[in-house]
């Protein structure tokens, strides 16, 4: 006769849900901290009682104090963006006096997500920073427990929970207006997968900056990040005499266009200007030297945690979540010129 599964033993955060409070107030009263309003202790306790919780012994010893961990959800994923984000995450911890604990997910969806934030609150980390590039994880993010203190980082900023992201669109802007200012025509634009939060942000942003000074808007080569779809488009523009200047959605692009016009015989930028957005380091060192769109991780991560530490530190949760935006900025190198004269 086969026997049924255990069934999960509840976790703090269950406790926290079913009581409508904090994960932090659980733990004042389960401590019994005199902050904690009679009605509120109550309510707790018979949440504690109705799922059987109890507490672990390590969980029991950090409660009086707060955690100096925390926790991190991230998409697995090698690419610049997401891996640099997270580096400025961990720096900002580090100079703050906080360590990291690192969940690296293979896909952003709510089981996940849940079961990934589940896991760090049980280790007791302080709150959680969740690296959510992709728009498919927009309703695992926004669906978290409430009263897990959480950031999420390159996210769509519709939602419950606070954001903090680089202004994507003001950085293709940029990248655009550049071109548009050396004088050429219209910029064509090799996007990233349509799926990224980012790679939205950035054809949005290119195409109100041509539609805004009345320019003609050619078609999106959708891209997937890599070098190689960088290089495949290039094959199809070095074809096409029309062509004076793109835009690529990230460096790794460019990367592979720029290999695809140099073995079409398209010379860089003395018939094609190349603008790349993300800043990668060896951007300074393609053949040309990149123009390019800089990201400041570091300053995400700064923001990023000390948006945390405000949640930590607020009595009640906010009235309405904030979603600051980091300014990106235009590096200007070799690769971006006057069109030629035809």
């Known amino acids: 006769m086969s026997q049924q599964p255990a069934a999960r033993a509840a976790v703090m955060n269950d406790v926290a849900r079913l009581a409508g409070v904090s994960h932090q107030t659980v733990s004042r009263v389960l401590n019994n901290h005199p902050s904690v309003r009679e009605e509120t202790r109550e309510r707790v306790l018979r949440a504690v009682a109705q799922l059987n919780y109890r507490p ?3 969980a029991r010893g950090l409660a009086g104090r707060r955690s100096r961990v925390i926790g991190v959800v991230s998409f697995d994923t090698i690419l610049y963006g997401p891996a640099a984000t997270l580096l400025g995450v961990e720096r900002a911890a580090r100079r703050a006096g906080y360590g990291i604990s690192i969940v690296a997910l293979e896909q952003l969806d709510r089981a996940g997500v849940a ?43 519709a939602g419950e929970l606070p954001t903090v992201s680089v202004d994507q669109v003001a950085g ?34 290119w195409r109100q900056t041509l539609e805004a000074a009345d320019r003609r808007v050619p078609p999106v080569i959708v891209g997937d990040w890599s070098p190689r779809s960088g290089y495949e488009a290039g094959r199809q523009l070095a074809a096409r005499a029309d062509v004076t200047a793109v835009f690529c959605a990230n460096d790794q692009q460019a990367l592979g266009l720029l290999r695809a016009l140099h073995e079409g015989g398209v010379r860089v930028p003395e018939d094609v200007s190349v603008v790349g957005f993300d800043d990668i380091p060896e951007a300074e060192y393609l053949s040309p030297p990149l123009t ?17 530490l405000e949640l930590l530190d607020a009595d009640e949760p906010p009235a309405a979540p904030t979603h600051p935006r980091v300014a990106p900025t235009l590096v200007a190198r070799a690769s971006s010129a006057a069109p030629p004269r035809r």
């Open 56 to 58: 672990n012994a390590l």
């Open 115 to 157: 079961a990934a934030v589940d896991s760090l609150t049980e280790q007791s980390v302080a709150g959680v920073v969740i690296i959510a590039p992709l728009m498919t994880a927009a309703a695992a993010v926004h669906s978290l427990p409430r009263g897990v203190p959480a950031i999420v980082v390159e996210a769509d900023a």
């Open 172 to 205: 293709a802007r940029l990248a655009v207006q550049h071109l548009l200012d050396l004088g050429h025509e219209t910029v064509w634009h090799i996007s990233g997968p349509r799926d990224w939060v980012e790679a939205r942000d950035r054809v949005d942003g």
């Open 292 to 308: 390019t769109v800089r990201q400041d991780f570091d300053e995400v991560g700064r923001r990023c945690l000390a948006a945390l």
